[in-house]
Structures are given as structure tokens and as C-alpha cells.
């Protein structure tokens, strides 16, 4: 069974700490995409990766960045978290032009 | 840039009902489609997809056709289901380039009994 998982399902942070979300993925993708949900906005993509080492911005990508040294790991990481990046974030991984599969969403609230 | 448009909810319909979500895109070159289902407190699962035009995707009742002229992908079923209640996203890849996904804002069906 194909599988993405991430680390944790709820996360309560400070403002100005630096957090760390990882995700995982054991199908041998090349890309993995990390998105955030929010009501009434659907899924926005922060930043994507297609190979090892490379990453893209997606369309919200200020206040973000993002580490992928091995292609089965993709972190997405909050410089400084503030309350406004309190959301549901949701990791995913693809081969070329193929779906997407999702992990099991962290929900992070930045106090 | 690639988008998709999906109407808005929420859809509240009774069991038994017909069901249609529509969805347009708008992307250059010929992408895939997809319909994703996110069941409350979950991550989002793929329902059914379609690669090329006039293809049908279909998986547990549900259907869609990629619509080339009319870009559009809408999803429909015959007879739905308490348990179908969800929230429903259509989706693209690129068909070239980084193939990133683009998602639509997402439909909460509710279906009472």
C-alpha cells in the first residue's frame, strides 16, 4: 500500500519559533508537493520539489522554505511561525503527470 | 498560470439524489484531471482521474469525462449515499514542465437521510 506520512497530526507552536514539518513518502516519487488548506480557499501550494535538491515556489511561498536532501523526505520549514500561518498543511507526492498522494495532514496552530 | 473553478458549496441533497459537481479548467496543453474526495479529519484520497480527452473516469458510482471543448470535468452520481459526504476537489497536472497540481477550491457535500 502506497504510503505518505508525516510526522505529526497537531502541532501547537509560538510565535517566532522556528518549526519543522516533515513528510515522507515510501513510492519511489519524484515529486512531492507541500499545500496548505484553509476553509473557503481549497488546498494552496507552498513549494513543490522534482527531483532531489531542486524545489520550486508554488503560489504562497512567503514564509516558507524547504529542505529535500533524499527523495523520500520533503520538510517544509516556517522561518519565524506567526498566527496567520496557523492552518492545515498537507504533504503529497506524484511521478510525472500521475495523482497525487496525500498524507494524513498536520494541523499546526501558532499561539 | 493553471487554474480549476468548481461551483460552490455546500451541496445538501437528500439519499437517493442525482448528484453533479461541475468543474472547469483552464491549462495550456493537455494536462490530466482528477476528482479528490476528503473525508472529515482525513487527507485527501483520489476518487477517479482521466489523462486524455472524451476519457471517463469512474470508481465507487462516481463519474466524470474529460471535456476538451468544453474544458470541463464535471463529477456526477446516480444515487448518493449518506457515507458520500465529503468534501469533493477537481484537480490538473501538467501535461509538461514540473507537472505540479493544481487544485480547485472544493465542494462540501452533505447528504441527509
Known amino acids: 500500500d502506497v504510503k505518505v506520512t508525516q510526522s505529526s497530526r497537531y502541532l501547537v507552536k509560538r510565535t517566532g519559533e522556528k518549526v519543522f514539518l516533515e513528510c515522507v513518502q515510501d513510492m519511489d516519487h519524484e515529486n512531492m508537493f507541500w499545500y496548505r488548506q484553509d476553509p473557503g480557499l481549497g488546498l494552496r501550494l507552498i513549494y513543490f520539489s522534482y527531483d532531489v535538491k531542486m524545489k520550486e515556489k508554488g503560489d504562497i511561498p512567503e514564509g516558507y522554505s524547504v529542505s529535500r536532501e533524499k527523495k523520500e523526505r520533503f520538510s517544509l520549514i516556517l522561518e519565524s511561525a506567526s498566527t496567520n500561518q496557523t492552518s492545515m498543511y498537507l504533504c503529497a507526492s506524484s511521478f510525472r503527470q500521475g495523482e497525487a498522494f496525500f498524507g494524513q495532514g498536520t494541523r499546526l496552530t501558532v499561539v | 498560470g493553471n487554474s480549476v473553478t468548481q461551483m460552490e458549496g455546500p451541496v445538501t441533497l437528500s439519499e437517493e439524489a442525482f448528484l453533479t459537481i461541475n468543474c472547469t479548467y483552464t491549462?495550456?496543453?493537455?494536462?490530466?484531471l482528477f476528482w479528490y474526495v476528503q473525508y472529515p479529519g482525513e487527507g485527501l484520497q483520489l476518487l477517479l482521474k482521466?489523462?486524455?480527452?472524451?476519457d471517463k473516469g469512474s470508481n465507487k458510482g462516481f463519474e466524470a469525462t474529460y471535456r476538451k471543448e468544453t474544458t470541463s470535468f464535471h463529477l456526477e452520481k446516480g444515487s448518493v449515499q449518506v457515507s458520500d459526504s465529503a468534501v469533493y476537489f477537481c484537480?490538473?497536472?501538467?501535461?509538461?514542465?514540473?507537472?505540479?497540481?493544481?487544485f480547485g477550491t472544493g465542494t462540501k457535500l452533505q447528504v441527509i437521510p
Open positions: 484537480a490538473l497536472s501538467d501535461s509538461g514542465g514540473y507537472q505540479k497540481v493544481t
Open positions: 482521466a489523462t486524455k480527452a472524451d
Open positions: 491549462a495550456t496543453g493537455y494536462p490530466s
